[in-house]
């Protein structure tokens, strides 16, 4: 993979490791792997831990991470109280979730946007043991905007931090570098508009057929409205 310049995309947890540990447990295999391979470009997906934060920050400029709208969000409890906030790696403690912001507009280019949405049917979501996974990808963008607005509220992060450039940077620009794709023109590049005004994400979402039934994440939250600049 180093040799072809492929991305190696992982899901960084020890199997056989209590679920709140089993991230950081995989750290020094992290560690291991970039030291064999340091051409070799690495993804850990959906970080969730302080642990995981640092260690992609301990690394060179070919490891990187994603962080989903939904960890931006979400303790253990939340996991605990709503199947619609289930997922995995499961989400962990407060001071997880604030690292998980904080690296989200630290402005390094080594955190951006990963949704990991998985729109499973409600009766998967709420029978016993059931499917991992949250539904974001219609909101995602403004989940992750007023996850960083709640943040400033609550003073895990500076308002200063939030600059239109760390936010391009998080959700659009980071991940394209890190994959090299082609950037676009500036004149050519789509451009969304978000406003204060309320937007509500709904209780659940039905198919036309009404067979198949989807609860989103933060259903009946208000969230930042978007819409698409032509």
């Not at 570098?177 to 709904?202: A, C, G």
Request: glycine share 6%; net charge negative.
């Amino acid at each position: 993979m180093q040799e072809h310049n492929l991305v190696l995309n992982l899901h960084g947890e020890t199997p056989g490791t209590a679920v709140l540990e089993a991230e950081a447990a995989f750290v020094p295999t992290l560690h291991k792997l970039h030291a064999t391979f340091p051409k070799l470009r690495i993804v850990l997906e959906h970080v969730s831990t302080r642990e995981g934060i640092e260690a992609v920050r301990k690394c060179g400029s070919t490891v990187a991470a994603t962080i989903t709208a939904h960890h931006l969000w979400s303790t253990t409890e939340n996991a605990e109280q709503d199947a619609h906030s289930f997922c995995k790696p499961i989400a962990k403690t407060l001071e997880d979730r604030i690292a998980l912001l904080r690296a989200a507009v630290d402005g390094s280019g080594k955190f951006f946007f990963g949704s990991d949405s998985a729109p499973h049917p409600v009766q998967s979501k709420e029978r016993a043991g059931g499917a991992a996974g949250c539904f974001t990808s219609p909101w995602a963008t403004q989940l992750v905007i007023d996850a960083l607005r709640d943040a400033v509220d609550h003073g895990w992060i500076s308002n200063h931090k939030i600059t239109q450039e760390a936010l391009e940077g998080f959700l659009s620009t980071y991940g394209r570098k890190f994959y090299e794709l082609f950037d676009p023109n500036e004149s050519d590049k789509p451009r969304i508009r978000l406003e204060r005004s309320k937007e509500t994400i709904p209780k659940s979402i039905v198919s036309t057929d009404r067979t198949i039934e989807v609860v989103p994440f933060r259903r009946e939250k208000d969230v930042v409205s978007l819409s698409w600049i032509d």
